[in-house]
């Protein structure tokens, strides 16, 4: 939604870069859109593309509307989906932030999802592992490893 945001393939794009070079990678997933991306069969999707890359983690966040970014979005919505402007304004009456038990509920289900699809959760900021190579370097003890690569975004 964001103008001049790289699109989500390309994000995964980067997610799998990551892992090629054997550097693990959380993805957040945001925001999830109230009564637009939070369909269960969409956070399914969603969730297995993100798996797909090669990620070790993900975590939602459901959209939080500022000041400013509020009267944006309603005003997006109202061109886009006029019919979802009375339950979105509902949803955010109380402020910024939809209420918790949508938040917990969008977080349980992707984090379920994350379980079935071999991912987990993360905790305290910390990504689940992926488990440490047990082969030997094919190359042997004593080979130099190969020049460092810088990866860049765009």
Known sequence: MEPGAPAPERRLDVVRALGEHGIGCGVLMAPVLPFLSDDPT?????????????ATSVTPLVL???PG?????????GHHHPHLVRRCERLYAEGAYAPKWYQRRIT?????????????PTRAGMPRRAPAPTEPDPAGPGTEAPE???????
């Open 42 to 54: 969409q956070l399914r999707a969603t969730v297995r593309a993100i798996a797909a890359s090669g």
């Open 64 to 66: 939080h509307l500022r």
């Open 69 to 77: 970014a509020r009267e944006w979005y309603m005003a997006w919505l």
């Open 108 to 120: 349980r289900q992707v984090h379920e999802l994350a379980q079935e699809y071999g991912m987990g």
């Open 148 to 154: 460092p690569v810088q990866l860049t975004l765009l």
